[in-house]
């Protein structure tokens, strides 16, 4: 069965620094384009980053761009979003997923657990 497994969130102060790791497993991460979204309550989900199949090409969202960078190691089947400079607004669960194209507006698979993510003083 196809699923993510993300990990790595946790409490931190605004300016700190975290990074998320998202393991896929029952396909072939390298295949597929790959997102990481986040949501907080009341709010509908929302794309945070998308890096595309072969690592090249990176697209962020305008609240994260400068102080998120996406990445992804596929002979681990793993993604990355680094988080520096948290501010109280990233306070999120964070979910990763993916599409099987870049420009292409689906993603594919269940979305899993999440990580929590909660920055405050």
């Known amino acids: 069965q196809a699923m993510f497994a993300e990990s790595g969130g946790g409490l931190a102060q605004p300016g700190e620094s975290l990074r998320l790791s998202c393991v896929a497993s029952g396909f072939k991460l390298s295949e597929f384009a790959l997102t990481w979204y986040r949501q907080s309550p009341g709010k509908e989900r929302e794309m945070v980053a998308i890096?595309?199949?072969?690592?090249?090409?990176?697209v962020y969202a305008d609240s994260v761009k400068g102080r998120f960078t996406i990445s992804r190691d596929d002979a681990k089947n793993t993604g990355y979003l680094h988080m520096n400079n948290l501010e109280p607004e990233d306070t999120a669960v964070y979910y990763c997923?993916?599409?099987?194209?870049?420009?292409?507006?689906?993603?594919?698979?269940?979305w899993g657990q999440g990580t929590q993510v909660t920055v405050s003083q």
């Open positions: 890096i595309d199949s072969r690592g090249i090409a990176e």
């Open positions: 997923n993916a599409r099987k194209g870049f420009f292409l507006k689906e993603n594919i698979f269940t």
